[in-house]
T-cell receptor
Framework: AQKVTQAQTEISVVEKEDVTLDCVYETRDTTYYLFWYKQPPSGELVFLIRRNSFDEQNEISGRYSWNFQKSTSSFNFTITASQVVDSAVYFCALKMNRDDKIIFGKGTRLHILP | EPEVTQTPSHQVTQMGQEVILRCVPISNHLYFYWYRQILGQKVEFLVSFYNNEISEKSEIFDDQFSVERPDGSNFTLKIRSTKLEDSAMYFC??????????????FGPGTRLTVL
């Protein structure tokens, strides 16, 4: 069965601190894709990143970075020097190459305190 | 930049009523999807649609749900007889192509459905 686990339900950090959101996934497929989405209080889903199963390179985009490790089935997301605007719910998600659907984790609610 | 649009942004209905949620996918996209998110919970896949038929559906998508592409631009989700537990945010998405190789699903802003 395919599954995404985000063990951290809610995290609060003070502005400018770094924070890492954990994501562990399960699949027996060899070709799959991993995603992170941000859901701000307004409710829309904002696409942040996609990674395919053959590309384990870590990625950095500004203050955001992602660490993909197939050996531990993890795809963690780090925000450096957090800002209040980063406050949102963050979803990790998985899509198998053979399926149409994206499978979402339960999300981590991130509070950045001023 | 083209985007997926959804109307209405918020729909309130009485239990037992039929509702139709509307989506306009990105114009050159071929695959269309509906997801729902019950308040405070994760986003769940409902159905995918390609070439005027359902491509894949989840166990949530039972006989009270249906989808349609009535014309060249709209994609609708109909709930025949709403229940209290249908209250959720419904997201439409579209992609240039479907499974077999990756294509990003572009999500609309969502329709919040409240069943009273």
């Amino acid at each position: 069965a395919q599954k995404v686990t985000q063990a951290q339900t809610e995290i609060s950090v003070v502005e400018k601190e770094d924070v890492t959101l954990d994501c562990v996934y399960e699949t027996r497929d060899t070709t799959y894709y991993l995603f992170w989405y941000k859901q701000p209080p307004s409710g829309e889903l904002v696409f942040l990143i996609r990674r395919n199963s053959f590309d384990e390179q870590n990625e950095i985009s500004g203050r955001y970075s992602w660490n993909f490790q197939k050996s531990t089935s993890s795809f963690n997301f780090t925000i450096t020097a957090s800002q209040v605007v980063d406050s949102a719910v963050y979803f990790c998600a998985l899509k198998m190459n053979r399926d149409d659907k994206i499978i979402f984790g339960k999300g981590t609610r991130l509070h950045i305190l001023p | 930049e083209p985007e997926v649009t959804q109307t209405p942004s918020h729909q309130v209905t009485q239990m037992g009523q039929e509702v139709i949620l509307r989506c306009v996918p990105i114009s050159n996209h071929l695959y269309f999807y509906w997801y729902r998110q019950i308040l405070g919970q994760k986003v769940e896949f409902l159905v995918s649609f390609y070439n005027n038929e359902i491509s894949e559906k989840s166990e949530i998508f039972d006989d009270q749900f249906s989808v349609e592409r009535p014309d060249g631009s709209n994609f609708t989700l109909k709930i025949r007889s709403t229940k209290l537990e249908d209250s959720a945010m419904y997201f439409c998405a579209s992609s240039p192509e479907g499974g077999g190789h990756y294509n990003e699903q572009f999500f609309g802003p969502g329709t919040r459905l409240t069943v009273l």
